[in-house]
Every structure is written in C-alpha cells, then in structure tokens.
C-alpha cells in the first residue's frame, strides 16, 4: 500500500495560536502556529499537569483524521474492487459493486473561543495561551516543560 498523508487544517485564531487539548486532565492550552511548525519544538508539555507528549490534538482534530481516514479506506477498497469487477466482466464470474456506503462526515475544524491567557516564558521567551487560573499562579512551559511561577 502507497503512503497516503492527510492535510487537516486547524484554524488559529486571531492571535496566530492554535488549540490542543491535554490527552491525561483534559486542559485546553494553545501555542502559535509558528512555534507548533519549528523544528526547534520536539517535545510539547500540558501546562497544567506537565504531561510531555506529543498526542496534543483536540477531539475534532481526531475524529476528522479518523472519519478521513475511514473515508479514504473504503474508497480504495470500492475501488480495488471495481477494477476487479472490470477486469472480470467478460468471464463467468459476474459481480457488481455498489459504493453507496454512507460518508463518514469531515466536518473542518472550528476554531473555538476559550478564555485563555497570552503568557511568555521566563526561560525560552516564547508564547503560549493558558487558562487564566495558570496564568496567574504557577504553569508548565508548553515549549520548553519548564515550570513558571508568576506573581503579581
Ligand atoms: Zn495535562
Ligand atoms: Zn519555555
């Protein structure tokens, strides 16, 4: 089977930041477009409980990749199998192939409004969109995983 890559857009706001979702407590943060394509970004950690991984897609992001990847599935079977059909039409073997399977629907990305916070980096200067109640106290770098501590 070929490689097949998908393109799915996650729009960023107007900031230029987009969204991801903590796969362990669930926190919504965002990090700039910019930061998430550089190749100087390895490793992104949940501000909130400091999870490093690099599964940080919301669950619209998931199920668009899923129903893309399903979609996509079924056509190349329905596919393979009408070739097959073609291939075979004049033999004694006949069979249609129906591909009126139902879609899986692919709705685009929305980008959402959360109330989130523009926090820099002491250490790597670098910006993220946290809750407000992380801003204010203490959070993990999304970028760098080192713990920031702000006081008013
Ligand atoms: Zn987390
Ligand atoms: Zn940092």
Do not use: W
């Amino acid at each position: 089977m070929e490689e097949t890559r998908f393109e799915i857009r996650i729009p960023c706001d107007d900031d230029g930041f987009i969204l991801l979702r903590c796969p362990r407590c669930g926190e919504l943060f965002k990090l700039t477009a910019e930061d998430m394509e550089s190749n100087e970004t390895l490793d992104i950690y949940c501000p909130s409980c400091g999870l490093c991984a690099n599964n940080f897609l919301t669950q619209d992001v998931i199920g668009l990749a899923l129903a893309k990847t399903s979609n996509y599935a079924m056509d190349a079977i329905a596919q393979q199998l009408q070739a097959f059909a073609k291939k075979n039409s004049s033999g004694l073997v006949r069979f249609e192939v129906k591909a009126n399977r139902e879609r899986e629907p692919e709705p685009p990305i929305r980008a959402a409004i959360e109330a989130l916070q523009i926090v820099t980096c002491h250490d790597c200067g670098r910006e993220a969109k946290v809750p407000p109640a992380l801003a204010m106290s203490a959070y993990t770098c999304p970028l760098c995983g080192i713990g920031q501590f702000n006081e008013r």
